[in-house]
Every structure is written in C-alpha cells, then in structure tokens.
C-alpha cells in the first residue's frame, strides 16, 4: 500500500480534474468507442451508419439502403426511411434534433422504444462517434417534401441546419463522412470489405434491397451490384456452402416470432447444414450487428440443436447417441443466427458479444420445437446427420484413449526430439508446452518449470517462414518436425486437434524485436498449418518483462520502455540510485524471477492468441501481406501504417 501511496501526485484538487466538452472524449480515446483505430475499426465506422438505416428497414419504414464509397474514400449511407428529425429539440431549443443527434453521446430514438422496437444502434453513440472522427461529414435529410443539410468537421456544426429546397420525391437521411487522418493516419477504406460487409446485411433482412457502388476499382470487387435476398439465412448459407457436399440436402432453417411464442417483440432467424468437408463455423447477428464472439443467443441455440438430436436417437433407439457432445456437434455444423431483441445488452461498445440472459432461453425454445419436426419429417437427412456424430463421437473418444496411452508411455511409444523436456502428466488436461527461444532460455525455463504440467521445446534460432518457403522445405526443416513430433500431430490437412499432446502451446521468446520475429513466425506457422490449434484456444503467447527495475532492497519488472521510462520518472518509492537492467534474453533471467513474471499461473500474464475474421479470409490476406512471398505487398503496409509505429529504443 505504502508503494501505491508513493506513486501518486504531489497535489491532487480541483485543478486536477480535466472536462472534456462535446465530442473531445471520442477524439481522444477513440478506441473506448470503436475499438481501436486499426482497419477494422475503420470500417467499423461505415457499420455503424449502415447499421441505422437497417434499423429504419427493419422497423419498417425504408425498403432501400444505398452505399456509396467515392474516389476520395469518403463514404455515403442513403436510406428512403423517415429521416432524422430537423426540428427545434425540446430540451435545447437552440438547436435541431439533427445536431443533438451528430453531437451528443446517447442521443437518439433507441431508449423509449417509441421509434424503434428492435436496434442495431443501440446506445445513440454510433452517429456521434462518427462524427467526432471524421475530417468532414455531411448529413441530407428529405421530409415532408422538404430537403434539409448540415455539415460536421470534428464533431462540431459548421452551420445549422438549413433547408436546401423541395424534395417532392425524396425522403430519408443520407450520410457521408470522410474519417480523419488526424485518427486512422492513411489507412484507407477497402472496397472488397465494404461489399462483402453490405452483402450480408441484405441477407440479414429479406424486406431491404441495398444498392452498393464504388469510384475506386481494386481489381476484384463489382462497381456497382444491388443486393436483395428473400430466401434469408437459408439462401445465405446455400451460397456459402455451394458445390460443398452436406448430409441434408436442404438446411434446418427457419424464422419465429418471439412476439406470438413469449410475448416480446423480436424474432429469430436460422439455417444450419452439416458437411464432412470443411470445419464447422457459425456466425451469428443481433439487430443485424455481427457477433464475432457470440453470447447468449449462440448458446441456447447450440442448447436446441443439442437436446433436440438426443431426443431424436431416444427415439430411433440409437443408444450411442449419448456419446454426442455439442463439440461434436459443432464439428461439422455450418450455421447461421440471427435475432432481434428489443434493449440487447452487449459486452462492449462494439457489440461482439450478446449478454441478454433471456436470449438463451427464446432462441431455444423458438428453435427446439422446430428441430424436432425437422428431424421427424426428414428421416434420410436426420439419419445421415446422426450417423456423422456417432462417428464423430467415437473418434473423439477413442482418440481420447489412445492420448491417454501415449502419454503413460511417451518415451517407449512415441518419437519425441531430443531436446524436448516432457512433463509428467499422463493426460492433457492442464499441460503447458513452452516452446523458448534458444537452450540458454530452455536451461533457466528448464528450473523455473512445473514438472508435473510443464513441458519444453528449445528452438535454434528463427524458425522457417513456411509462407516463403517451397513444400519440399518444409517438411525437411528439423525445427519444424521436432515442434510437430512434440505436440503430437501433424500438418495441413492431416492435423487433428485431439492429436494434441498438451492443452497449452506458450510461445515464450525474448522481449525484444528478435523475440517478437521469432514469435511471428511461430504464429504465421501455427495459423497455416494448424488453425484449429488456435480456433480451439490451444495457442498462447507468454509476456516476459524487458527490464528490471532496482532501487536498495525493491525489485520491479517492466515489460517495455514507455513502462520502464514510467517507474523512473516517479521513483521506486525507495532510496538511493535506480539500477536498470535490460535482458539480452530469457537466459539471463535467473529461474526464480522467470517463474514468477512469466511462468507461475498464478502471477504471470498470458496472452491468448485468437483469429479476428468479421470478414471470412481477411486475416488470412493480413498474413499472406505481412508474411508471403511478395515484398511489395509489405511495403505498401508499411506505407499504409507508419504512423501508428512509435520510436523505441532497440
């Protein structure tokens, strides 16, 4: 506590306390509202304005939305919905609705439920965000025969609102913004991502038509195209899935009104398929809003497919239907899910995970009554897909076993290399594989270790870039068979996750630029040649600290220079000179400190490597740009985000 005490300043008064007026807040921690200022949240931006317009489609009162990205790489949202109100707002009367809206956090016709009973928007900040990080946006809005403009740089009204002329055949709001270099540097909006972005939205609603259009042709996106899917989910995961062979020949899709089955406006919209020739996915949608990493409306899905395919093999008497697990049922299930809720909560400001409690249980009464008739009126299908999960099942089991076995026996049964050090558990669960940097690492990680559930792999030097690398080369590199004979597995299309001889796979490399190389490579090798290993949460990176801090008897550990630069401006909170220590390298830590900064459980810190595709494939172009065989492709990323890199000392 005396420590914490030290650290804070000499004064602390009304002085102390910084205000940030209007929009200042979302200019300076832009990532509180959007995520970050990377690529993704770039185009999170065009998400945000298209998710209003969907949402005036789905209250119904707009049946077109139009996207446009200009050659300047501005974007406009077009709606023929009711258009913003550009009236005098009660509570400031010195200024129209439209402002209030564009420059105000949580303003907007999403809280009382008059305006909209479902909402992508949600929390009225999606507009004002917008605003507050672009250079220019301009807003159009046409009602009652009328078209009104205002204009916004920065967050802050240009003018007021004016009117601009008659608008006899017009109505709706029309946006376009220009994000600000000032925020996202000279990253620019992609057109390839736009339009797969405004594609899924019109299959989310079948009511809308969206017309997309594009100044800017990057070689293989259409300039112009209009999107209009009455099929829905079931025809969207037709086109994903096509020429792909299935076990039903049409997927268990549906619709339900939660409004007829509980009482509570919204709906729930699904289609699932199994197939043996590619991994099971689902993605799932709130209010038209992608949710990446799921929430309560994914789990009581899972929970309906679930519970229904174990009363459909009660009922055929197949007794090793009980073996089915939802991770085999997962396995091969392509799905999709998408529902609308009125109020629903996420985590996050970006809205990747629904947290609504009552989701679970709508999504799965609504969809559970529907799969059992599914399974009853298509015995061909239902019979094909249980026969898959049995099968599944048993591999997993029988996989399981021979795991088991192998690990009693490691040395007698498999080949291991002869620098891995093994630990003495005799099944996966809990075991952790370090692969280290160097043997001088491996020689301190080797003392600092739990015998019982931690193992190491030492590696000479950087390991191969399989991106660069010819077939042939890869499968002789020696690095890369000892990592694979010492997790059990193989590569590409042979890899099996349940081959897997550890829970854990912990990259653990210096905390220098040669460390996080050696890392990159390890990850890129990881992500091409054994994806599930990290889609499964198996793949984690260790966080060692850079230098240590000493001061008389006080010891700290600071994981960069900003953090080391920190502690020195403000003291240790002891006496005397402060010793700094920079580690060349893991080995030169002694095994003590190493176990408790980066290998105890208990006090270190570890980063769980994890694939971030809202758009299917683009982390894949990220590494074949940032990895692959062609240099010009990392120098325009350079190019593209120099900016974001600040100077350190290496």
């Not at 200009?70 to 402002?99: C, M, Q, W």
């Not at 050090?421 to 594989?433: I, P, Q, W």
Request: aromatic share 8%; hydrophobic share 35%; proline share 4%.
């Amino acid at each position: 506590m005396s420590d914490l005490l030290s650290q804070q300043p000499e004064t602390y008064d009304a002085s102390s306390i910084e205000v940030l007026e209007g929009l200042e807040a979302v200019r300076k921690r832009p990532g509180m509202y959007i995520g970050g200022t990377d690529e993704r949240a770039l185009h999170h931006m065009v998400a945000e304005i298209l998710d209003n317009a969907m949402d005036e489609a789905v209250a119904g009162h707009a049946t077109r939305i139009e996207v446009e990205l200009h050659a300047d790489y501005s974007v406009t949202v077009r709606d023929n919905g009711r258009g913003i109100p550009v009236d005098p707002h009660p509570k400031f009367p010195d200024k129209s609705a439209l402002e209030v809206i564009l420059c105000t956090l949580h303003a907007g016709g999403k809280f009382s439920n008059k305006a909209y009973s479902t909402s992508g928007g949600l929390n009225g900040v999606g507009s004002s965000v917008v605003n507050a990080l672009s250079d220019h946006l301009r807003v159009e809005v046409a009602r009652n025969r009328e078209l009104f403009a205002q204009e916004f740089s920065r967050g802050k009204p240009k003018g007021p609102v004016g009117k601009v002329g008659a608008a006899p055949n017009r109505r709706g709001t029309s946006v376009t913004f220009h994000a600000d270099p000032e925020i996202f540097g000279s990253q620019r909006m992609k057109p390839a991502r736009l339009y797969k972005m405004t594609r899924s939205k019109a299959y989310l609603f079948s009511g809308v038509e969206i017309r997309w259009s594009s100044d800017i042709d990057d070689g293989e996106t259409p300039r112009e195209a209009v999107f209009h899917y009455p099929g829905g989910l079931a025809q969207y995961l037709g086109d994903t899935l096509n020429g792909t062979m299935t076990y039903a020949d049409k997927p268990f899709a549906g619709k339900v009104s939660f409004e007829e089955k509980y009482g509570v406006p919204g709906s729930v919209e699904w289609a699932i398929n199994w197939t043996p020739m590619r991994d099971g996915f689902i993605q799932s949608y709130t209010n038209t809003v992608p949710t990446p990493e799921g929430g309560t409306h994914e789990s009581g899905f899972w929970a309906a497919i679930y519970k229904g395919i174990r009363a459909y093999g009660e009922l055929s008497k197949n007794r090793k239907a009980d073996l089915i697990t939802r991770d085999d049922l997962m396995a091969g299930g392509c799905a999709l899910l998408s529902i609308f809720i009125r109020e629903p909560s996420f985590v996050g400001q970006t809205k990747d995970r629904l947290s609504t409690e009552e989701a679970a249980k709508w999504v799965e009464g609504a969809v559970r009554d529907h799969f059992d008739t599914w399974l009853g009126t298509d015995p061909k299908s239902a019979g094909a897909i249980m026969d898959f999960l049995v099968l599944r099942a048993e591999e997993r089991l029988r996989r399981k076993q021979e795991k088991e076995t192998a690990r009693k026996s490691a040395t007698k049964k498999l080949r291991l290399p002869g620098k891995l050090v093994d630990c003495s558990a005799t099944n996966r669960e809990g075991t952790e594989l370090f692969i280290v940097e160097g043997d001088s690492a491996g020689g301190s990680a080797k003392m600092a270790r739990d015998r019982q559930t931690q193992g190491l792999l030492p590696l000479r030097g950087k390991i191969l870039n399989v991106l660069g690398a010819a077939g042939g080369k890869m499968g002789a590199n020696q690095e890369i068979n000892d990592l694979c004979q010492a997790l059990g597995v193989q590569m590409g299309s042979k890899f099996n996750v349940e081959d897997l001889r550890y829970d854990k796979v912990i990259i653990m490399t210096d905390a220098d630029v040669d460390g996080a190389h050696i890392a990159s490579l390890l990850m890129t090798f990881f992500f091409t040649q054994m994806r599930p290993l990290i889609d499964k949460g198996h793949l984690y990176l260790a966080c060692p600290p850079l230098y240590r801090l000493t001061q008389g008897a006080r010891r700290i550990y600071v994981a960069d220079d900003a953090e080391k630069e920190e502690w020195l401006s403000r003291g240790l909170g002891g006496k005397g000179k402060i010793d700094v220590q920079r580690f060349k390298g893991l080995g030169e830590m002694d095994a003590k400190d190493l176990k408790d900064t980066t290998m105890n459980p208990a006090t270190r810190k570890l980063i769980r490597v994890s694939i971030d595709d809202e758009i299917p494939g683009e982390t894949g172009d990220l590494v074949e740009r940032l990895m692959g065989k062609k240099p010009e492709l990392r120098f325009q990323y350079i190019q593209e985000n120099a900016r974001f890199v600040e100077d350190v000392d290496v």
